[in-house]
């Protein structure tokens, strides 16, 4: 890695609560969210880290001052957490806060030999460490260096108690505006609301109660017994403090549209099927080279009835979208904040197909009948209320057993179409992700543009080689889009 010979001096810029760029923070003295305190506990200590890559070479002493006008404006990220005896619990303070102790500007060196390889320790190196708790939990690295897909990288990193991947993204999304149009703000789709419980039909209601129950009783399975397989992407106990590698990959969204619309079917199937395609090529290299001295890519080497399953997070907050957040920067207006996020598990089905698009069909399935059920209100139900009848460490104690027990996290989440500039640099691509949880994988997918963009969060010891994960991905869509052009060919002869 390149050495890192000293910081760039900054301007200082201290906010005030008494100040212009303050907003009245009404979280001011209140406790943490029960989830948010969860996130403090061993293995669920969790931060967001993203990653931007600029078009233009980064510029910090512009960058700063937009920042300061744009995130620092919500009150959380000019808060300490602080423990209060009276109640046992950490609540908000609000604090004067010095830009320079969050932004940090390495001075590096122009021509190094692999400016990727740098950028890709530097990130592994601070998922290593937290921030400091003297502090609000949050900082920002400025890299001035071009890479292969950029002309300089911004690197933020939020502790999770501070808010969920979704208002993190609605944020920065707000602190940022279309290329084309410099005053407007960027669009992103609206999910719709897929819920049986709008049907009112008497099969639509069982489903959806029959699915609960399921999907409940193996959640509650998985918290005391029930293990996924022991696999090459299976984490070993305590790996949460391990570094982890960051990869990014990009592949074209208009590929993804295509198989989309000929299966009649969403993107999200789409991506869900492609992952499972990928990791059952990745997964059967891994068996084959220990099965094998020679491990063919012929042959199957995948050991039968493989239990693997998906933490998969769901967004629970009705979403009022990005202009949400901008008017509360800009007007001080109030916004749904912090963490309101559920999950369930999510079966991957691992194992090689003679139809390609059968990962699809069966990923679209099994999406389905997780859309047909209440389990991420029900978990999200169970989380508040253990904390509230038994405190954060048997609640902090029950997620870790369900991460643990499980693989791999995943997460999918639509993005803007707009090309944008994030505090006055065009953005080339975005990546959020996470780090901090017992599990050796996380896949996250956004879009963005024309691109879709896969982010592969993997613990170093347990997945030594984060790209071929990458590379079976991508080849997994070509394989994929492939059938489906030729089973159009076929229709069209």
Request: with cysteine; proline share 5%.
């Amino acid at each position: 890695m390149a050495e890192i010979q000293s910081h760039k001096p900054l301007k200082p810029i201290q906010t005030s609560r008494n100040g212009e760029r303050s907003i009245i923070n009404n979280d001011d003295g209140q406790p943490l969210s029960p989830l948010a305190h969860v996130f403090h506990e061993p293995g669920s200590n969790l931060y967001v880290i993203g990653i931007f890559g600029s078009k233009t070479k980064i510029n910090p002493e512009e960058a700063k001052p937009k920042l300061v006008n744009g995130l620092l404006k919500h009150p959380r990220f000019s808060s300490l957490q602080v423990f209060d005896k009276e109640s046992g619990k950490l609540k908000w303070k609000a604090t004067e806060l010095n830009v320079d102790d969050h932004i940090v500007v390495p001075k590096l060196d122009q021509n190094m030999d692999s400016p990727d390889k740098f950028v890709e320790d530097y990130i592994c190196n601070l998922t290593k460490s937290d921030v400091d708790k003297t502090k609000p939990l949050w900082d920002l690295h400025i890299l001035d260096i071009k890479t292969s897909d950029s002309e300089g990288v911004i690197v933020y990193r939020v502790h999770h108690s501070i808010g969920d991947g979704t208002s993190l993204m609605a944020l920065l999304l707000a602190c940022s505006r279309k290329v084309s149009d410099p005053e407007a703000l960027p669009s992103i789709p609206v999910m719709k609301n897929s819920s049986l419980l709008k049907k009112l039909g008497f099969w639509s209601v069982l489903q959806l109660v029959w699915n609960t129950i399921i999907g409940v009783l193996l959640y509650v399975a998985t918290a005391l017994f029930l293990k996924d397989s022991e696999s090459p992407i299976k984490a070993s106990k305590r790996v949460e403090k391990n570094g982890r590698r960051i990869i990014v990959r990009n592949v074209s969204l208009d590929d993804v549209k295509l198989i989309k619309n000929a299966m009649n079917v969403t993107i999200n199937d789409v991506v869900l099927g492609v992952s499972e395609a990928g990791l059952t090529k990745y997964l059967n290299r891994r068996y084959g080279e220990i099965i094998d001295k020679e491990p063919s890519e012929e042959k199957n080497y995948l050991p039968k009835n493989l239990r693997l399953r998906a933490i998969f997070y769901v967004n629970l907050r009705p979403f009022g979208g990005i202009k949400a957040f901008s008017d509360m920067m800009e007007k001080g207006n109030p916004v749904r904040w912090g963490n309101n996020i559920g999950y369930v598990l999510f079966p991957f089905k691992i194992g090689f197909r003679e139809d390609p698009l059968d990962y699809v069909r069966e990923a679209k399935v099994a999406i389905d009948r997780k859309k047909s059920s209440l389990e991420p209100f029900w978990v999200a139900f169970l989380s508040t209320n253990l904390i509230k009848f038994f405190g954060n460490k048997v609640a902090g104690y029950l997620h870790y057993k369900v991460f643990s027990n499980t693989t791999l996290w995943f997460s999918n989440v639509p993005g803007t179409g707009d090309e944008i500039a994030f505090c006055g640099h065009e953005i080339s691509y975005y990546a959020p992700t996470c780090y901090g949880q017992p599990n050796a994988l996380m896949i996250h997918a956004v879009s963005y543009v024309n691109k879709l963009i896969f982010i592969i969060s993997a613990e170093e010891e347990t997945i030594p080689d984060p790209h071929q994960i990458c590379d079976d991905l991508e080849e997994s869509l070509n394989l994929i889009k492939a059938a489906v052009l030729a089973k159009q060919h076929v229709k069209d002869d």
